[in-house]
């Protein structure tokens, strides 16, 4: 009850949007299935948890990055159908429906290791435009990757992504994964740069390697052995050495497309 009213399956947001069913949730959002009855279609909602509404800066931060992903339409970033409103308190924008699951391709499907590493260095071209844009992810990590009908990787959640215009000095708390999450992000997120997303793209092909999440232990214990035991050919093992290294180098977002 402290935490406010929730969202709930069968709400209507914007006289447009009846929420069908939860594809996923996290601390701060909940992303819906529903049905847009101005388009005729089935979209993909999400939701700022309430609780946060009143919160300005979550709030900004929250349509920022729809901002973000819009304009980042055409590089391999979910596309945005609506950047939303505010309806009784809750807040929302609306994206393209999309079913597949990068962690599902990469963890059950029969993929080459060229293929599955082809997989990341697309996710580093859309890092690449972002950059290019002045806009840092700082959230690189399997579950915020959608595999689309065409077989290619799309970028979602750019709720807590840093604008390089906007002040560093905004307080905010832990944000990332603490697997993929570079050094310098995980002891203050004002730190992150585009470094820090080519840290976590590393990580990203680590994981496209083992086809499991990293073991972390393993890897702070000794990174460059935790790579030397990597089933990959050389090459790729020195371009992770290299931008797993402070400080991270760009040479991964195009490199894991150059491999045999």
């Not at 609506?82 to 924008?93: A, K, L, N, Q």
């Amino acid at each position: 009850m402290r935490a406010g009213p929730q969202v709930q399956v069968g709400t209507v947001l914007g006289h447009r949007y009846k929420l069908k069913k939860i594809l996923g949730s996290g601390g701060g959002a909940v992303v819906f299935e529903a049905f847009d009855w101005h388009e005729k279609k089935t979209v993909a909602v999400k939701v700022l948890r309430p609780a946060l509404g009143d919160n300005g800066e979550i709030r900004d931060r929250f349509f920022r990055g729809a901002r973000s992903m819009d304009e980042l339409a055409g590089h391999g970033v979910v596309r945005v159908t609506d950047r939303g409103g505010s309806d009784r308190g809750y807040h929302y924008f609306a994206m393209e429906l999309l079913h597949g699951r990068f962690r599902t391709v990469i963890e059950n499907e029969v993929l080459s290791l060229r293929n599955r590493l082809d997989l990341v260095r697309q996710v580093g071209k859309t890092l690449e435009a972002a950059h290019a844009r002045g806009i840092i992810h700082r959230d690189i990590r399997p579950d915020n990757i959608l595999m689309g009908g065409d077989r290619k990787p799309y970028l979602t959640d750019f709720d807590i992504a840093l604008s390089l215009h906007e002040t560093r000095y905004t307080q905010i708390g832990l944000m990332g994964n603490i697997v993929y999450s570079a050094p310098e992000q995980l002891k203050d997120p004002r730190d992150a740069t585009e470094r820090s997303d080519i840290y976590s793209l590393a990580m990203l092909a680590v994981y496209a390697i083992l086809r499991e999440d990293p073991d972390l232990a393993a890897f702070q214990r000794d990174r460059y052995l935790f790579i030397e035991h990597l089933n990959c050919p050389l090459e790729v093992k020195q371009l992770l050495a290299r931008a797993l290294s402070a400080p991270a180098r760009p040479v991964l977002r195009v490199g894991l497309g150059l491999l045999q």
